[in-house]
C-alpha cells in the first residue's frame, strides 16, 4: 500500500509577514526532503498571498512570532489553512508535522495505483506512455500492440492513455512501434522517447523498427511466448536446477537481442501472461482499434 | 507594469533521470533567492494523477518550468488536462543543461559563455 501524497496539499515554507527568517540550511534540507516525499512545496519570503491555488488544504511553516491569523483571510474561499510554528525544530520534526496534516486533510487517501513514498510502502515510478500529438497520427498501432489495456479511444475517436499504472514499468516497446515517433516516456534513458528533439534518421530509425516487427509477423507477443514455453519445456527436462536457470537467463538474453529494438525489459518478457490470454488480449486489443479506425473513417470530413 | 515571473521546480523524485549535481544545485539556488518559487515532487507522477494542481500551475502567464525536455513537459501537462499556454512558458531542461546555465537563466542573464576557443 502506497500512501498517496494529497492532490489537495500545499505546503508554503513561508517567510513574509510576521515571520522570523528559517536558516538556510534548514530551509535547504526541509524542502528538499519535502520534495522527495512527493509534497508539493511553494517558498515566500515576501508579502504571499494563499490564493494563488485552489487547493483545498495549505499547510503553512514558519517561525512565527505570533500564530498569523491574517494568514487565513488570503486563502481562496473553501480552502483550509493550517499554520504552524517551526522555530526551534529541526527538518526531519517539522516533516512529521506535515505527513500529520497530510493525513488529516480531507480527501487523502490508501490508493494503490498512485505514486509518493510512506514508510513502508514501495514507490511507484511514474512510467507511462505520453503522446506527442502535434506527431500523433491516431492510427492505432498503440492500441493495437499493448497487451496491458494501457491505451484506448476518446468519445471522439482519439488515441488516449487510459490506465497508466498498468504500463510495465522500463518498457517503451509500445513508442518503438509507433511509426510517427510520437510516444514519450519522459523517464526514459534516451532520445526521442525521452522527448529530445525528434531528428529525421530517428524518424527513420524508428521506421525500420516497425519493419522488424511486421517480419515477426505483426504478433510479437505470440512469437515470444512461442519462444518462452519452448524453453520451459526443455528446463523441465533439465535436473539441474543451476543448468536451468543458466540456460534461462541465456534463452531470456537471446530473446531479448531478438527484439532488442523494441527494448522490452526482461522482466516484462519473463513475466508474461500464458499463451492464451495473450492471444485474447491481442484480439481484443486488435478489435479495439480496428472499431476506432472504423468510426474515424466514417466521420464527415470537415 | 510587468506581470512577476512563476517558478516551477520538479525535483523528479521518483526516478534518477535528471543528474542529482543539476537538480541539487539548481534547488540550493532556488531556495537561497529572495524570489517565490513552487516545487513539486515529480510532474510525471502529478500528471499521471491528473492533479488539479497542474491546472493552476498551467494558467500562471509568466511561467518557467525547470525541469526536463520541453516537448515531455508540454505532453505531460497536456495529458493532465492543463495544457500550457503556446506563448509565455520557458522550459529549462535539467538532462541537458548545466545547473549555472540554468541558474543563469532563471536570474535573466546570458547562459554560459562557450568555452575559449570553442566555437558553435
Not at chain 1, 518478457?269 to 479506425?293: G, H, M, N, V, Y
Request: charged share 25%; net charge negative; with cysteine.
Amino acid at each position: 500500500m502506497i500512501a498517496k501524497k494529497s492532490s489537495t496539499l500545499r505546503v508554503l515554507v513561508y517567510e513574509g509577514r510576521d515571520s522570523l527568517p528559517i536558516p538556510g540550511e534548514l530551509r535547504l534540507e526541509l524542502i528538499r526532503s519535502l520534495l522527495d516525499q512527493g509534497y508539493f512545496v511553494s517558498a515566500v519570503k515576501s508579502e504571499g498571498k494563499l490564493a494563488k491555488f485552489s487547493q483545498s488544504h495549505i499547510l503553512v511553516l514558519g517561525r512565527f512570532e505570533s500564530m498569523p491569523d491574517a494568514l487565513a483571510t488570503d486563502a481562496s474561499e473553501g480552502t483550509q489553512v493550517h499554520v504552524r510554528n517551526i522555530d526551534g525544530m529541526s527538518a526531519e520534526s517539522i516533516r512529521g508535522i506535515v505527513d500529520e496534516v497530510s493525513q488529516t486533510a480531507d480527501g487523502i487517501v490508501d490508493d494503490p495505483g498512485a505514486a509518493g513514498a510512506s514508510a513502508s510502502g514501495p514507490r511507484w515510478k511514474p512510467w507511462f506512455p505520453v503522446i506527442d500529438y502535434d506527431r500523433c497520427t491516431n492510427c492505432m498501432q498503440c492500441l493495437s500492440f499493448c497487451l496491458f489495456d494501457v491505451y484506448g479511444v476518446t468519445k471522439a475517436g482519439q488515441i488516449t492513455v487510459q490506465n497508466q499504472s498498468n504500463c510495465k514499468t522500463d518498457c517503451p516497446a509500445c513508442s518503438r512501434v509507433c511509426p510517427e515517433v510520437a510516444i514519450l516516456f519522459p523517464k526514459y534513458k534516451a532520445g526521442p522517447i525521452n522527448g529530445d528533439e525528434i531528428s529525421a534518421d530517428d524518424v527513420r530509425r524508428e521506421a525500420m523498427k516497425v519493419d522488424i516487427s511486421s517480419l515477426l509477423g505483426g504478433d510479437i507477443y505470440s512469437m515470444l511466448r512461442d519462444r518462452s514455453a519452448k524453453a520451459k519445456s526443455r528446463f523441465s527436462k533439465e535436473r539441474d536446477d543451476d543448468r536451468a536457470l543458466k540456460e534461462r537467463q541465456r534463452c531470456l538474453n537471446k530473446m531479448q537481442q531478438a527484439v532488442d529494438s523494441l527494448d522490452i525489459p526482461v522482466e516484462v518478457l519473463s513475466s508474461l501472461p500464458s499463451a492464451d490470454t495473450i492471444r485474447e488480449r491481442a484480439e481484443q486489443a486488435k478489435q479495439k482499434a480496428q472499431q476506432a479506425l472504423q468510426m474515424n473513417a466514417q466521420k464527415p470530413i470537415t | 507594469m510587468t506581470q512577476q515571473r512563476c517558478v516551477l521546480f520538479c525535483r523528479c523524485a521518483f526516478a534518477r533521470v535528471v543528474p542529482d549535481e543539476v537538480k541539487n544545485d539548481v534547488l540550493t539556488h532556488l531556495v537561497d533567492r529572495a524570489e517565490p518559487f513552487d516545487a513539486v515532487g515529480d510532474l510525471c507522477e502529478m500528471s499521471a494523477r491528473k492533479d488539479p494542481m497542474l491546472a493552476d500551475l498551467a494558467s500562471q502567464g509568466n511561467l518557467t518550468v525547470v525541469a526536463c525536455y520541453p516537448r515531455a513537459v508540454k505532453w505531460l501537462f497536456s495529458a493532465a488536462g492543463a495544457p500550457l499556454a503556446a506563448e509565455g512558458v520557458e522550459i529549462l531542461n535539467m538532462r541537458t543543461e548545466t545547473a549555472a546555465s540554468i541558474c543563469n537563466r532563471l536570474d535573466g542573464k546570458p547562459s554560459e559563455p562557450l568555452l575559449s576557443g570553442e566555437s558553435s
